[in-house]
C-alpha cells in the first residue's frame, strides 16, 4: 500500500478506528480535514485512524465525519 499524505486520499476500502472525544478530553485546537475549519477546544469529535497507518490519525468534527462516511459508503 503506498504512503498515504492526506486523510481525504484513503482509499474507501482503508480500515479505521474511530473513537469519540468528549469535550472534556478536547483540550487543543485542530484542523478538520473535511471542511478544512478548526475543531475548537472544549468540543466534543471524532479521531479517525486508519489501522495500516495510525500515524495519519486525523480529527474531525462529528458532523463532518458522518457526512465522509455517507460518501465513502456511496463509493
Ligand atoms: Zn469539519
Known amino acids: 500500500m503506498g504512503k498515504l499524505r492526506r486523510m481525504n486520499?484513503?482509499?474507501l476500502?482503508?480500515?479505521v478506528a474511530v473513537r469519540h472525544?468528549?469535550?472534556y478530553e478536547a483540550v487543543?485546537?485542530?484542523r478538520c480535514p473535511g471542511?478544512?475549519?478548526?475543531i475548537g477546544r472544549g468540543l466534543g469529535h471524532e479521531v479517525v485512524v486508519p489501522i495500516d497507518a495510525?500515524?495519519?490519525r486525523r480529527h474531525w468534527?462529528?458532523?463532518c465525519w458522518?457526512?465522509?462516511q455517507r460518501r465513502r459508503a456511496r463509493g
Not at 471542511?35 to 478548526?38: G, L, N, T, V
Open 9 to 11: 486520499e484513503l482509499p
Open 35 to 38: 471542511c478544512d475549519h478548526e
Open 54 to 56: 495510525p500515524e495519519l
Open 66 to 68: 458522518h457526512r465522509e
Open 61 to 63: 468534527h462529528s458532523g
Open 21 to 23: 472525544v468528549q469535550p
Open 13 to 15: 476500502d482503508t480500515e
Open 28 to 30: 487543543k485546537a485542530y
